[in-house]
Antibody
Framework: EVQLVESGGGLVQPGMSLRLSCVTS????????MHWVRRTPGKGLEWVSG????????EYADSVKGRFTISRDNAKNSMYLQMNSLRPEDTALYYC?????????????????WGQGTMVTVSS | SYELTQPPSVSVSPGQTARITCSGD??????AYWYQQKAGQAPMLVMN???ERPSGISDRFSGSSSGTTATLTISGVQAEDEADYYCQSADSSGTYVFFGGGTKLTVL
């Protein structure tokens, strides 16, 4: 059974940092692109960042570029999101999502498996 | 920044057909993907590459794309279909992923 489990969310003040983790099981992690997607209250889903299977391709949404850093550890079947200089508008439920197509180096695919999310609240 | 436009809400009676549209200038170039998200649950892929139904998804769900509009069609709508639906695609360069604003499907 494929599982994706996020952790690391919490309540932080503006300007502070958080590191999210996504631990996976049930599939060959090193073969698939992985992404972070957030759902903000009242605004729906927003893609945050994605990374190809071999870490050769990394992309960020404009809203987080320069503040967030995505990474993965294939030996641990895990993905991470380092979030710095957090803003109130970053408040959201953060999901990790698995790309559908193995070995794909673009971002042109759907996400066939999702975690349950970890909540990040940025407020003073 | 690229935008995918969906109607905020669609309402249908049980047994009727619901059609949810997604408009974007780059849709002639890139596939659309559709997700269903029920309250308190993670999104679930219900349509892949415009019109391919993933394993386990009811055949009441179908998809199409023409020009700058992709459409998710749900035939014989049931109460269990009530959810938020999101389209996903890429900008013209194929570099970035975008989601539509979401459509709340209400079963009357």
């Amino acid at each position: 059974e494929v599982q994706l489990v996020e952790s690391g969310g919490g309540l932080v003040q503006p300007g502070m940092s958080l590191r999210l983790s996504c631990v996976t099981s049930g599939f060959i992690f090193e073969d698939y692109g992985m992404h972070w997607v957030r759902r903000t209250p009242g605004k729906g889903l927003e893609w945050v960042s994605g990374m190809s299977w071999n870490s050769g391709r990394i992309e960020y949404a404009d809203s987080v570029k320069g503040r967030f850093t995505i990474s993965r550890d294939n030996a641990k079947n895990s993905m991470y999101l380092q979030m710095n200089s957090l803003r109130p508008e970053d408040t959201a439920l953060y999901y990790c999502a698995k790309g559908m197509d193995p070995g794909e180096t673009t971002m042109l695919y759907g996400f066939d498996m999702w975690g349950q999310g970890t909540m990040v609240t940025v407020s003073s | 920044s690229y935008e995918l436009t969906q109607p905020p809400s669609v309402s249908v009676s049980p047994g009727q057909t619901a059609r949810i549209t997604c408009s974007g200038d780059a849709l002639p170039k890139h596939y659309a993907y559709w997700y269903q998200q029920k309250a308190g649950q993670a999104p679930m892929l219900v349509m892949n590459e415009d019109s391919e139904r993933p394993s386990g998804i009811s055949d009441r769900f179908s998809g199409s794309s023409s020009g700058t509009t992709a459409t998710l069609t749900i035939s014989g709508v049931q109460a269990e279909d009530e959810a938020d639906y999101y389209c996903q695609s890429a900008d013209s360069s194929g570099t970035y992923v975008f989601f539509g604003g979401g459509t709340k499907l209400t079963v009357l």
